[in-house]
């Protein structure tokens, strides 16, 4: 291999860095959060040490397994090595051992990790055994292992992942959606440069499709139906008046008589929801949140107000 002079000023730069990060946790910084803000990744880190002890470096017998408390817990707790902690971590674990522990639980492990207190002087602090003691944190650590997700991970962490995991759910709603709308494509018997006026549909309706530049039934069919859903609700007043239909109005009820399933008209019922012009009146995430209503209904309910 030929190293070149790039390659030693890239040593020394680490070698400084690496000095840094050792002082920080020479100073009490978790192990992971110390590396982390010199840029020295852990698995190098980790390599080198077992390198070092390999070669034969000289171990002192009265070191502690680990400068700050924070990852003797951790390793304690799980046995791991490889392990990034949150800056969040203390105010987390103190948040599990509120939830999870008992108090003399808690006790325990706050004497033993952030006090750095022995198994004789904690055992003497409460007026226990060091059996006792031994029993608690064992008891203790279990629990807190089970939470070991949220530990790590960090609630600023968790909070953005359930904000992710939102988003994907409302983009899976519309495609969702999006699919039916093909699916209400495929329905439609006429031809898509049909004009919008030759349509069996009502003047309110009719209003509504030029008032919005939709001129034929492809235009209609290309509306988004998130936007679709908007229009509807905002021009609730009179869609659902079906030309030439006695028995579909405002004031229909949603059960079997406008073709509705009795699994669905059940949900409706259950909801609360009772007639057409109550459903219009309801916004998106309402509507979507209705056990037992998906997009399908959804789509055949606004095919049946705007086509009849």
Not at 15 to 35: N, V
Not at 285 to 292: H, P, R, V, Y
């Amino acid at each position: 291999m030929v190293i070149t002079v790039s390659d030693i000023h890239g040593a020394e730069d680490f070698a400084k860095r690496l000095e840094a990060a050792c002082e920080l946790m020479l100073d009490g910084t978790p192990r992971s959060q110390a590396l982390d803000r010199k840029s020295v990744s852990l698995s190098v880190f980790l390599n080198l040490i077992k390198s070092l002890k390999k070669a034969g470096m000289e171990e002192n017998p009265a070191d502690v397994s680990h400068p700050a408390w924070q990852d003797q817990l951790v390793y304690d707790m799980s046995g791991e090595e490889y392990y990034y902690l949150p800056d969040d971590f203390e105010e987390e674990l103190d948040e599990v051992c509120r939830r999870s522990l008992d108090e003399e639980e808690s006790q325990v492990i706050h004497l033993l990790y952030p006090q750095r207190k022995t198994i004789e002087q904690t055992a003497e602090k409460l007026g226990i055994s060091e059996n006792t003691v031994r029993a608690r944190r064992r008891s203790a650590l279990r629990k807190l292992k089970e939470h070991s997700r949220e530990l790590f991970a960090g609630k600023k962490y968790l909070d953005k992942l359930e904000d992710i995991r939102a988003q994907r759910d409302a983009h899976q709603q519309e495609l969702d959606w999006m699919t039916d709308a093909l699916y209400f494509l495929e329905d439609i018997d006429e031809d898509e440069k049909t004009p919008v006026d030759e349509l069996p549909v009502s003047q309110e309706a009719l209003a509504f499709y030029r008032r919005n530049g939709l001129t034929t039934i492809a235009d209609v069919i290309n509306y988004s139906p998130s936007e679709l859903f908007t229009e509807i609700t905002k021009a609730a007043g009179g869609l659902a008046t079906v030309r030439g239909s006695d028995d579909f109005s405002l004031d229909s009820p949603l059960d079997e008589s406008i073709g509705l399933d009795t699994k669905t008209a059940n949900a409706f019922k259950l909801a609360g929801i009772s007639t057409v012009r109550e459903y219009l009146a309801l916004d998106e995430a309402t509507l979507l949140s209705i056990k037992g209503v998906g997009p399908k209904t959804i789509i055949w309910l606004y095919r049946r107000v705007l086509f009849g």
